[in-house]
């Protein structure tokens, strides 16, 4: 069904808050509004549109276009509308002979300087100024217009050097719009206005190109420009939309909505939708402009089949594969029992997907035997959480920051993994919150354009929890815990316990501060702003997790949040920054296993019962293997297949030659995925994905926000993944009779409380729910989460005593590994690395401190070696003092960089989620590729060649 979005209305000027409000008379109409708004924006709330080209609604006025003017009864003069605030008592008239003779003698100036090439513009149907040049009836220009009006703009010279939009100044009306969006939305201030007076014009940085700039490309500019100046090369190309569909980003975990506009089923270009709760009108790079992968060369659209991983891939049709597939796991279990196989969800899939996979497994495999990348991730948050407060969630709004007075960032890097939220962040501590940043690099957020963190506490990789437990030994000692809150909130056993431990001498700043490299006195300040600064909220990411100790530290989180009193309300709380577009949803539909849907445990007898009668099986009360484990249980003879969705575990998961040998001694590996990813060249079975353009479902950002994706493309393999998974657990002989995937939705509301008030219907009507969503919550779920008291009751605490990692700097391995995310690239980066996001990080890069190149004789660009226990791979050295010494730092976009060859299998406690933050290793100068990477590089060879093989085989056959 084919979803037409309405045009949406631009008020001119933001909405204000007020508790007063004002009444007047506008064109006489009478109209109320909060105190505090513009003129501009009374009038659209009453229906009476005024002329306005500096002006829109997700900017501050700024008054420069002079086309807004109105009278006011009783005032000299035309003031601005846009910045003329609404009095009580005021008569104001929008249309008079005066004010039109105004407005037009102000459009004959922009046209004289402006290409009168409309017919040919690609703004032609959505230019502002051509709209603003009807509106105001000017039929002629006195002056003449470009070299006939005398000194002009009109042959100036594009700006081509963004892959995404060009820049052309010759239709640059100097609003100022643009330079304001990178201000104020994106908080980069790469824009500027240079020159003076008539040569005035846009220039990003230092009259760079866009390329050579700071611009991010997040869009925001684009997306404020009233004319073709800043415009996508996808319109220019393809012409404006003739409908559009609301859908949600497939990124990270904001969960950004945008309005995919289509001509047909070809996307034009993705709009980020004003009224997204999660990004209210922005976007970044990768959602924005990096959708194009959904059609690259590279997909998978016909199911493929092979006995051995050294043969030749044969397409062959659905049915057959399927069988196939189905035909080998059956096998599989006849032979070596039924938990000699399982699954693997997908984060990027919908709710309704992960739920059927989940249920594949444990309904028609019969085993529990099933996991989901969250495991490489955000485990510990859904333990940490869950222990402490009862829910394994964040407890806020992404919005709620806006209220905060003091934000404490930890282990996260929110404007390379999270920007939009970054935005939202950066806006707020422009306006005065004090930031603290608790990261072994100098990220961003540290020093930027005016934002600059109070404290950065750069302390050495894996000692987290000393510096929450340092931080917490300040609160209490000094006599900073919030006690009513403790007391009526929080249990007064636990508490006491925990108190009398963090109390501890040697839990001390002082004492740890040989451990943690963090200066005493930095962290004792950095604890007494936290606990005394106003509303303290809390951001983390992966960070805090990846660790031996990630679930202890989520704990100790919790802890100074409750001993605080910085849970319950607008502006505090405990936010994981999740990295995966549905990775909180994942979660939720019981991917764990050891945990039904609504994180409910497989043993519990009522709760299993319940889902026995509706599925019709009989369940194994015994939690399944883990990620980890399944490769172990592989090593070992004992798990011999797996159905892998829509994740690259030999990418993505650590000590990648231990999971490359894990895959190889299977004996059916079944990927469904979009493209021929690093696990799908161990498969047996490829089964094609299809994009997020390509189905219908909800995503579950980082908020617990329901959203919906809607199909605005046909999937280019015929069959959307929850029809795929349908399929497969039909030939397995467990019957699915879905439909659509309303129907899946449905029975998740009917089987888990937390959904129970969630349905397609309402979230059309409302634009997204909050889990949790019931009778017992607004219509529109829980926006705040522990509001009234705790999930579980009483809040817990726990003693998070520090342990050291096992992985140790030694006189082999001197140096400590971490990584991360960057901008532009996404995860894997299979998405991403077939976009132009490739222009701005082509390879994953070892980034160390300059004393530590030194002494190795590196100089920034060398080859590299890195070494450690696990393994070897070769980088290229980028010298910088964002690390500081004895530590280094990659990414992990491109899988022939091997980072994961170097991480080790040391996990965290209590999830197995692995510490990919902590590695010993050792770093040299080299001339050549490590032995895996040439390895890497010949098994890929074989293994594309081996895909081109089966496809000319068919096409062959076929002719």
């Known amino acids: 069904m084919r979803h037409h979005h309405p045009t949406e209305t631009d008020y001119g000027t933001p909405a204000r808050v007020s508790e007063r409000e004002v009444s007047l008379t506008i064109d006489g109409v009478a109209v109320c509004v909060p105190e505090g708004t513009s003129l501009m924006r009374a009038a659209a709330e009453a229906g009476v549109g005024v002329p306005k080209l500096c002006a829109t609604d997700s900017l501050e006025p700024f008054g420069s276009c002079r086309l807004c003017l109105v009278e006011v009864e009783g005032r000299k003069g035309f003031p601005a509308s846009c910045t003329t605030p609404a009095e009580a008592g005021m008569v104001v008239r929008t249309q008079t002979p005066k004010l039109q003779q105004l407005r037009k003698g102000v459009m004959e100036l922009y046209i004289s300087d402006h290409p009168l090439d409309c017919l040919t513009c690609s703004a032609n149907g ?10 105001t009836g000017l039929r002629n220009v006195r002056y003449g217009v470009g070299a006939a009006a005398g000194a002009h703009h009109c042959d100036a010279k594009k700006d081509e050097s963004n892959p995404y939009f060009s820049y052309d100044p010759s239709k640059c009306i100097v609003c100022n719009r ?11 201030f790469a824009l500027t206005i240079s020159g003076r007076g008539f040569d005035s014009r846009v220039s990003p940085g230092q009259d760079q190109p866009f390329m050579d700039s700071e611009c991010v490309s997040c869009g925001a500019c684009v997306q404020a420009c009233p004319t073709a100046t800043l415009q996508e090369k996808s319109v220019i190309e393809l012409g404006q939309a003739e409908h559009s569909v609301v859908t949600t980003c497939a990124y990270c975990g904001v969960g950004c909505g945008f309005k995919a506009e289509m001509k047909g089923n070809t996307v034009v270009r993705m709009v980020p939708w004003k009224d997204g709760k999660a990004n209210e009108g922005h976007s970044c790079v990768k959602g924005r402009f990096a959708w194009g992968y959904a059609t690259h060369k590279d997909r998978i659209t016909k199911p493929m089949i092979r006995a051995s991983i050294t043969d030749p891939w ?15 796991f059956k096998r599989i279990q006849a032979r070596h029992g039924k938990d000699a196989v399982g699954g693997i969800t997908s984060s990027r899939c919908t709710n309704e997907e992960t739920y059927l996979v989940q249920k594949l497994v444990r309904a028609a495999f019969g085993t529990n035997n099933v996991d989901t990348c969250a495991r490489v991730c955000h485990s510990p948050t859904g333990y940490g ?5 009862g829910t394994s969630a964040g407890t806020q709004t992404f919005k709620s920051v806006e209220q905060a007075d003091v934000i404490l960032v930890i282990g996260a890097n929110p404007t390379d993994a999270h920007p939009v939220f970054a935005s939202r962040m950066k806006k707020r501590l422009r306006e005065g919150a004090k930031l603290i940043v608790i990261d072994p690099r100098r990220i961003e957020l540290v020093d930027s354009p005016h934002i600059r963190a109070e404290h950065h506490l750069a302390l050495k990789p894996g000692t987290n929890v000393a510096v929450i437990t340092a931080m917490a030994h300040v609160i209490v000692t000094e006599g900073l815990v919030d006690e009513g809150f403790v007391a009526e909130r929080c249990d007064p056993r636990s508490f006491a316990d925990w108190r009398a431990f963090v109390a501890k001498p040697e839990n001390s700043p002082e004492a740890f501060e040989t451990v943690t490299g963090v200066p005493a006195g930095a962290l004792r300040a950095a604890a007494r702003l936290y606990a005394t600064g106003g509303n303290s909220a809390i951001y983390y990411g992966l960070g805090v997790t990846e660790h031996a100790q990630g679930s202890t ?3 100790g989180i919790a802890n100074l949040a409750m001993a605080c009193g910085m849970v319950g309300r607008e502006g505090v709380g405990v936010n994981p920054l999740r990295g995966q577009n549905n990775v909180q ?11 039904l849907p609504g994180y409910r445990h497989i043993s519990d007898t009522t709760v299993r019962s319940q889902f026995e009668a509706a599925w019709g099986v009989t369940l194994d009360p015994e939690p399944g293997l883990r990620i980890p484990n399944m490769f172990d249980a592989a090593l070992s003879g004992s798990f011999k297949g797996l159905y892998c969705q829509g994740e690259d575990i030999v990418q993505s998961d650590p000590n990648t030659q231990h999971v490359a040998a894990a895959l190889s001694a299977m004996e059916c590996i079944v990927v469904q995925d979009i493209f021929l990813n690093e696990t799908a060249k161990y498969a047996h079975v490829l089964l094609p994905g299809s994009s997020f353009l390509e189905k219908d479902g909800t995503f579950t950002n980082a908020e617990r926000r329901i959203s919906r994706v809607r199909q605005v493309m046909p999937p280019l393999a015929g069959l959307a993944d929850w029809e795929v998974t349908v399929r497969l657990s039909n030939a397995l002989g467990y019957p699915m009779h879905y439909t659509h995937p309303e129907q899946v939705m ?11 008030g969630v349905s397609y219907e309402k979230i059309e009507r409302l634009g997204s729910v909050q889990w949790p969503c019931n009778a017992g919550t607004d219509e529109a779920g829980t926006a705040l989460m522990h509001a009234q008291g705790f999930v579980r009751g009483k809040g817990r605490f ?3 005593q520090y342990v050291a990692s096992d992985e140790k700097v030694t006189r082999k391995f001197p140096l400590l590994l971490t990584t991360g995310r960057i901008l532009s690239q996404y995860n894997v980066g299979a998405q991403t690395r077939r976009t132009p996001n490739s222009r701005w990080h082509e390879e994953d890069r070892l980034e160390i401190h300059p004393h530590d190149a030194q002494e190795r004789g590196i100089a920034d660009g060398d080859w590299v070696g890195i070494e450690s226990r696990a393994g070897q791979t070769v980088l290229r050295a980028d010298v910088s003092e964002r690390m500081q010494p004895g530590v280094v730092y990659t990414t992990f976009h491109f899988p022939e960089s091997g980072a994961n060859v170097i991480t080790t299998d040391s996990s965290d406690w209590a999830t197995n989620c692995p510490e990919y933050k902590v590695t010993a290793v050792q770093v040299s100068k080299v001339m050549q590729r490590s032995d895996w990477q040439g390895g890497y590089e010949a098994f890929n060879r074989e293994q594309l060649a081996l895909l081109a093989q089966g496809r000319a085989d068919e096409a062959a056959v076929t002719r």
């Open 385 to 389: 959480l869950g222990q402490t407060y």
């Open 585 to 595: 949803g994942s979660c939720d539909m019981g991917s764990f296993p050891h945990e």
């Open 746 to 756: 449905q029975e998740i509301a009917a089987l888990t409380p937390s959904f129970a």
């Open 798 to 800: 726990f003693n998070t």
């Open 126 to 135: 959505d230019c502002e100024l051509q709209d603003m040049a009807g509106v």
């Open 314 to 328: 044969r397409e062959v049709g659905w049915d057959e594969a399927i069988a196939y597939a189905a035909s080998e």
């Open 178 to 188: 643009c330079v304001r969006a990178c201000e104020e939305t994106q908080g980069t």
């Open 553 to 555: 530290m989520v704990i």
